[in-house]
């Protein structure tokens, strides 16, 4: 459980897209499918799909026993998942994944069932996300989150273009891991938030604090919300690499202080 706790807390972007704090207890995972495989560098060292991946049969995609728990009721005939949740998506996997097209199609279609929901949903491969729209996508639905991440100035410059083209009505970036100093610059006029943080595990590599606060001053000059997630393992401040455990690198990040929300972005 501890990946999915990781994962979802990726919602609290509701510093950028939320008026009102969510609570844990508001968000709930949904893996329509698992599976996955290396797609860029951020990918290395994944701690879920990792080099060793192949020997436990996880890049293998297949469609999950869960599938529809958006529309599960309970015997009285409700929704099991209650209105007003957040639905973080394909955490353990992509949703823009070629395998999973056929899928894909009834899983739209399960989103807009259920517009009382809003559901987070987080890709490297957002190159194929006009290919995997439904057909009344229009310029978004209401209720979808859609963030991209990056990891370098590489993917940046591939992904970020793209992403701030396509029909989406709310967006966010995911710089995690963050592997060398990025400038977005360019592209933060479309985004709504973006979110920093380190990589994980023993092979960890190094996360540098100027290359956080660098990210924080450009969502300063562009009036966007900013997020320090988490430092990684290796985290370099003032030329001291520290070897942060894994379950202290959220305190760690947050302990700097630097985090911008709604109001904070507003005055600047």
Not at 41 to 67: D, M, P
Not at 98 to 114: G, N, P, S, T
Request: proline share 3%; glycine share 6%.
């Amino acid at each position: 459980m501890t990946f999915f706790r990781t994962k979802a807390t990726e919602f609290l972007i509701r510093r950028a897209v939320a008026t009102n704090s969510i609570a844990r207890k508001d968000i709930v995972n949904w893996e329509p499918w698992s599976g996955c495989y290396a797609v860029s560098e951020a990918c290395r060292n994944c701690y879920y799909y990792g080099q060793q991946s192949h020997k436990t049969n996880k890049n293998h995609i297949v469609k999950s026993t869960n599938f529809d728990k958006p529309l599960l009721k309970t015997s009285k005939g409700s929704f099991k998942i209650s209105s007003g949740k957040f639905v973080t998506t394909c955490f353990v996997s992509d949703f823009f994944l070629a395998e999973a097209d056929e899928w894909r199609i009834k899983a739209w279609a399960i989103i807009k069932q259920r517009p009382d929901l809003t559901f987070l949903i987080l890709t490297k491969r957002i190159d194929r996300f006009l290919y995997s729209l439904p057909s009344d996508w229009g310029d978004g639905y209401d209720n979808v989150v859609i963030g991209c991440t990056i990891e370098n100035q590489k993917e940046a410059d591939y992904r970020l273009p793209l992403f701030s083209s396509f029909p989406i009505k709310r967006r966010f970036v995911s710089c995690v891991p963050l592997l060398e100093r990025v400038n977005l610059l360019p592209y933060l006029s479309e985004i709504e938030h973006i979110t920093v943080g380190g990589e994980l595990g023993r092979n960890a590599r190094e996360c540098e604090y100027d290359w956080v606060l660098d990210i924080r001053e450009q969502c300063i000059s562009a009036n966007s919300t900013f997020w320090f997630k988490n430092t990684g393992t290796r985290f370099r401040r003032d030329g001291v690499v520290k070897i942060i455990n894994s379950a202290k690198q959220n305190g760690h990040a947050r302990k700097c202080g630097i985090n911008i929300d709604k109001n904070m972005a507003a005055k600047s």
